[in-house]
T-cell receptor, first 109, second 119 residues
Framework: NAGVTQTPKFQVLKTGQSMTLQCAQDMNHEYMSWYRQDPGMGLRLIHYSVGAGITDQGEVPNGYNVSRSTTEDFPLRLLSAAPSQTSVYFC????????FGSGTRLTVV | GDSVTQMEGPVTLSEEACLTINCTYTATGYPSLFWYVQYPGEGLQLLLKATKADDKGSNKGFEATYRKETTSFHLEKGSVQVSDSAVYFCALSGIRWGAGGTSYGKLTFGQGTILTVHP
């Protein structure tokens, strides 16, 4: 069992570029979510999904898109990156508890 | 809305010292409470949890008791080790409704406390 796998681990983008952060899980959990972690602010929920084909917004959804075509994958898309999106991004699944991936550190210059 | 407040860090201790990291919360209803730990370069790992008042969560020598009367969930360890150096997050989970009408178990995190233990 790999648990929750996030790729890439590090990424540098220029303002205005687009990219997709990948999240894959092999635990067959219905619930998946994306958080961003910023210094002094803990983690904040961006988007989440309660199953394939169903997504919804969390606390800070602006600038991010998601889709969920399979149970295993939940990619996070930045359509036009901004410096304010510099952060560490965590994907998490939930069954009886939360399982977090190891994170993607994104820098937008 | 829900909120979690942790003691300001960073906290620096010598090995075998006692640790307390304070955590208080504001929430409606009866949330579940968690402590997560983040080691350098890694994601968050669940350290312990408590789901109702007076429950005590424990793991790896760490303990925390769900105190509804003081809305607190302080993390304690009697003798810390160098390997305990990490960032510790207090969190609560409540039910929220998304814009699309689905519900989710919203995790609200404190800001994190950096713990450094010296030999």
């Amino acid at each position: 069992n790999a648990g929750v796998t996030q790729t890439p681990k590090f990424q540098v983008l220029k303002t205005g570029q687009s990219m997709t952060l990948q999240c894959a899980q092999d635990m067959n959990h219905e619930y998946m979510s994306w958080y961003r972690q910023d210094p002094g602010m803990g983690l904040r929920l961006i988007h989440y999904s309660v199953g394939a084909g169903i997504t919804d917004q969390g606390e800070v959804p602006n600038g991010y898109n998601v889709s969920r075509s399979t149970t295993e994958d939940f990619p996070l898309r930045l359509l036009s990156a901004a410096p304010s999106q510099t952060s560490v991004y965590f994907c998490a699944t939930r069954d009886y508890g939360y399982t977090f991936g190891s994170g993607t550190r994104l820098t937008v210059v | 809305g829900d909120s979690v407040t942790q003691m300001e860090g960073p906290v620096t201790l010598s090995e075998e010292a006692c640790l307390t990291i304070n955590c208080t919360y504001t929430a409606t209803g009866y949330p579940s409470l968690f402590w997560y730990v983040q080691y350098p370069g890694e994601g968050l790992q669940l350290l312990l949890k408590a789901t109702k008042a007076d429950d005590k969560g424990s793991n790896k020598g760490f303990e925390a008791t769900y105190r509804k009367e003081t809305t607190s969930f302080h993390l304690e360890k009697g003798s810390v080790q160098v390997s305990d150096s990490a960032v510790y997050f207090c969190a609560l989970s409540g039910i929220r409704w998304g814009a699309g009408g689905t519900s989710y178990g919203k995790l609200t995190f404190g800001q994190g406390t950096i713990l450094t233990v010296h030999p």
